[in-house]
């Protein structure tokens, strides 16, 4: 349970409301506000409950209160009790952000043969402001505590060897902003991702230090860390150039001291650094066409009859301009944007320079796309999101319809392995803890996930499993297991009645990514009653699809830009 909101949450707060009482805070629009709240929720690391917020932006109670039902409503919060937290679909801004850029598919081949060729953890990295933002990411396979920052975490461009790399290229100005966030934040409290200064050896660096180390990236062409930006922790970083021989963005790669020195770092990643930085510079800035999305439904809907004054239609229609800008290359046109989101054309130039001013569009020419700094928006939190994590509250949702038990596995081998629960107290109900392995061939989650396999490999699988008979009932030949996993490819459930266990029922459904592949399945058991098999399976399959659905829509939007783990 949260007390209140952390330091980085409070300072992000005022960074769009500097005295946010009285007056000031009435004179925001209800976008800003809710950016704002958004902003304070992903930088606190704990749930958040709508007293908190209320202090630290200003607002009253119950402008918050509309707020996070506007959010909720939309998605971008889930209510657990009296705590709201971050919800998944909440990336997608970040998501628009890397595939407007083009980053999203310029960076994952290079940074996935740049860690396999160094053996070590290596980012992307993009100036934000004054400071640097991880924008992607890959990390070797098989390291038990894996180096790095989260795609989304912001440094301070004084502690990172990206930082002095992209500072050879600020604009006039840009100086000055980062002297005023120094002198705002003396400590760097608001860089969550970094320890603060006085607990890092060295970390102070002055404004003439900064200055002679961006020079000498810029005569050199990378630069060195050395345990600056945490102890323990040495990177090197080399510039990805425009065609005009600007920095748009730094690939570094990150090793602990314990593995090399600074210099034997730089000895060993250099060469494939400033490869790698090439290859992305033609990647982004080649001659390929630019990548145009399939129409989709507008952005907004207006919930305005359902919710009536709860629903801030200002809010909404601001935050429905910002995702489909990630539809195309380079963003869209302001006709374009209202036509995907659905607005007016006044109402959708209004919001994009709002959300231009706050930082959050970038405008190109005639072209709008979003800014990097969307991804503060909670995308390095819930980046670290697992399948387990995404499926919890709707598991919770489904129990709380069918009043049973519900689950979700992965196919581990010739067994599955529950990985997340939601019990009911009844006495009938199945006591089964997290790590469980149970026989594939005798459940109803193991079917639909062996049912997914190629027939080839489904056939290979059945002929593994050595099945038993762990009931009268419980199918053990290969024909009839062969059988019932094609009944489940075709029906797309699995229905098993006492097989694992006597008085035992379970239903199951797929639950697939991105690719359409089964990535896991999420069942309902309950007591075998006096019930046929056919009522639950016509009573509890819908609420089971639904949930299924729901969990792949959130896995979907979490692992678009998945940071990439070779192996």
């Known amino acids: ?265 730089r000895e060993h990643a250099l060469t494939a650094l400033t490869e790698a930085a090439r290859n992305i510079a033609d990647e982004l800035y080649g001659t390929s066409a630019a990548t145009i999305a399939p129409p989709a439904a507008p952005a907004y809907t207006d919930a305005k009859p359902q919710l009536g004054p709860s629903f801030l239609q200002a809010l909404a229609r601001g935050l429905a301009v910002l995702t489909p800008l990630g539809r195309q290359r380079g963003g869209l046109t302001l006709a374009e944007a209202a036509e995907a989101a659905g607005l007016s054309y006044p109402s959708t130039r209004r919001n994009l320079l709002t959300l231009r001013q706050l930082g959050y569009v970038e405008q190109r020419g005639r072209r709008f796309l979003p800014a990097p700094r969307v991804l503060e928006l909670g995308y390095a939190r819930l980046s670290t999101l697992t399948l387990a994590d995404i499926a919890q509250p709707h598991l919770a949702e489904l129990t709380g319809q069918v009043r049973e038990s519900a689950s979700l596995a992965v196919l581990d081998g010739t067994e599955v392995r529950y990985v997340a629960r939601v019990a009911t107290e009844q006495i009938t109900s199945a006591r089964i803890a997290l790590g469980t392995r149970l026989p594939a061939y005798a459940t109803s989650m193991g079917r639909v996930l062996l049912a997914d396999l190629p027939k080839a490999q489904r056939l290979d699988r059945i002929g593994a499993l050595r099945p038993q008979a762990l009931t009268p009932r419980t199918l053990t030949s290969p024909d009839a297991l062969a059988a019932a996993l094609d009944q489940a490819a075709g029906e797309g459930y699995a229905l098993v009645e006492q097989e694992l266990e006597a008085g035992l029922r379970s239903l199951a459904v797929p639950v697939r990514d991105r690719s359409g592949r089964a990535v896991g399945a999420v069942n309902v058991a309950l007591h075998a009653g006096p019930e046929p098999p056919e009522h639950t399976r016509d009573t509890v399959l819908p609420a089971l699809r639904v949930c299924a659905a729901r969990i792949e829509s959130d896995l979907a939007v979490a692992s678009a830009n998945a940071p990439a783990r070779t192996g």
Request: hydrophobic share 45%.
């Open 1 to 265: 349970m949260a007390s209140g909101v952390s330091v980085a949450a409070a300072k992000a707060s005022a960074s769009v409301n500097p005295s946010p009482t009285g007056s000031e805070a009435e004179a925001t629009s209800p976008l800003e506000r809710g950016l704002a709240v958004l902003r304070i929720m992903a930088a606190d690391p704990h749930s958040t409950r709508p007293g908190d917020l209320a202090r630290a932006t200003g607002l009253a109670r119950s402008a918050v209160d509309r707020i996070t039902a506007t959010l909720t409503h939309l998605d971008y919060l889930r209510a657990e009790g009296r705590e709201l937290v971050l919800a998944p679909r909440l990336m997608e801004f970040g998501n628009a952000y890397l595939d407007a850029s083009g980053l999203s598919s310029a960076l994952r081949p290079s940074l996935e043969r740049l860690t396999r060729t160094l053996d070590e953890s290596v980012s992307a990295i993009v100036l934000d402001g004054c400071d640097a933002r991880i924008v992607g990411k890959a990390v070797p396979p098989g390291r038990m505590i894996p180096l790095g920052f989260r795609v989304g975490d912001l440094l301070p461009a004084e502690r990172c060897a990206a930082g002095a790399v992209l500072a050879t290229g600020w604009q006039p100005g840009l100086y000055d902003v980062w002297r005023a966030r120094r002198a705002a934040d003396p400590l760097d409290e608001t860089f969550p991702a970094v320890p603060t200064r006085p607990d890092a050896p060295h970390a102070e660096r002055t404004e003439a230090d900064f200055a002679a180390w961006t020079a000498a990236a810029e005569a050199k062409g990378w630069a060195l860390d050395d345990q600056l930006v945490a102890p323990g922790l040495v990177a090197v970083a080399v510039p990805v150039r425009d065609p005009d021989g600007r920095p748009v963005c730094a690939i570094s790669v990150l090793a602990h001291t314990s593995r090399h020195s600074g210099d034997e770092l």
